[in-house]
């Protein structure tokens, strides 16, 4: 059998670029995708990754990157990473372009990719033994917040579309796997979410108890695909353990509660 080799959209920043690095320290071979060129020559230069530059908002760039991997070899996995968050306004106050921009980003992107590439998943399957697709949405496609509006919307969907293709994949040697993310700081998602406002993006963490970063997520990445060919981690929800929800988070330092008297 050829070398491994695993897609990874959303490569240039965040857990994109961690899973990059995950999977090659695994000893895949790794294709990373994302729309800034000059992050993503620097990310293969340290890592070894193959890249390619393209915007998974556009199909053509998508039918540019089939190509490409259809011409250099075989795909294992394909981890659908690529995806943000605009804004925290109310359903009512909130702009429809962002929800417009969310639903591209975090649900049709991944439809688009997942279509194109699925026929060279199943030759993957074929050489390998099973083939992996992982959706990385978030727990905000599970529980509805304050303030989650369309990012909510478009993490449900992108939870649902998950679960749908799960069903329609069954009886293939092909695992779907949905990787459901709290707390993760990151250098860019707050960032994008509050329009470039810094101090917003980094108020999100403020005393916040050992948020969860990049490497973890990617561990848990890696780890799912790399199970037995027979185990699939349907839905991995990872949280930090100062938070209990969307809406329930500690700040400050964890305690031990002292012991009830009876």
Aim: charge should be negative; charged fraction near 25%; avoid cysteine.
């Amino acid at each position: 059998m050829s070398e491994l080799r695993v897609v990874v959209t959303g490569a240039s920043s965040g857990i994109g670029e961690a899973t990059v690095r995950a999977f090659r320290a695994a000893g895949w071979d790794v294709v990373g995708v994302a729309r800034r060129e000059e992050r993503l020559r620097a990310l293969a230069e340290e890592t070894g990754a193959s890249v390619v530059v393209a915007d998974l908002t556009k199909q053509a760039d998508v039918d540019r990157l089939r190509d490409h991997l259809e011409a250099t070899g075989p795909v294992h996995a394909l981890v659908n990473n690529a995806g943000g968050a605009k804004g925290l306004d109310s359903v009512e106050a909130s702009d429809v372009d962002d929800w417009a921009w969310m639903f591209e980003v975090n649900v049709l992107a991944v439809k688009r990719v997942t279509s194109t590439l699925l026929p060279l998943l199943r030759r993957g399957a074929v050489e390998r033994g099973v083939a992996d697709i992982v959706n990385v949405t978030s727990i905000a496609g599970h529980t509805a917040y304050v303030g989650g509006g369309g990012y909510n919307a478009a993490k449900f969907a992108a939870h649902a579309l998950t679960e749908v293709l799960r069903l329609e994949l069954n009886g293939e040697p092909l695992r779907v796997i949905e990787v459901a993310p709290g707390m993760v700081k990151t250098d860019e998602f707050a960032l994008v979410r509050f329009g470039g406002d810094r101090a917003r993006a980094d108020a999100v963490y403020d005393d916040v108890p050992e948020p969860l970063v990049a490497e973890d997520i990617a561990a848990v990445i890696t780890d799912a695909v790399l199970k037995p060919r027979h185990v699939d981690l349907d839905l991995i929800v990872v949280k930090p353990v100062a938070q209990a929800a969307p809406y329930r988070l500690t700040k400050g330092e964890l305690a031990v509660r002292p012991e009830v008297v009876r």
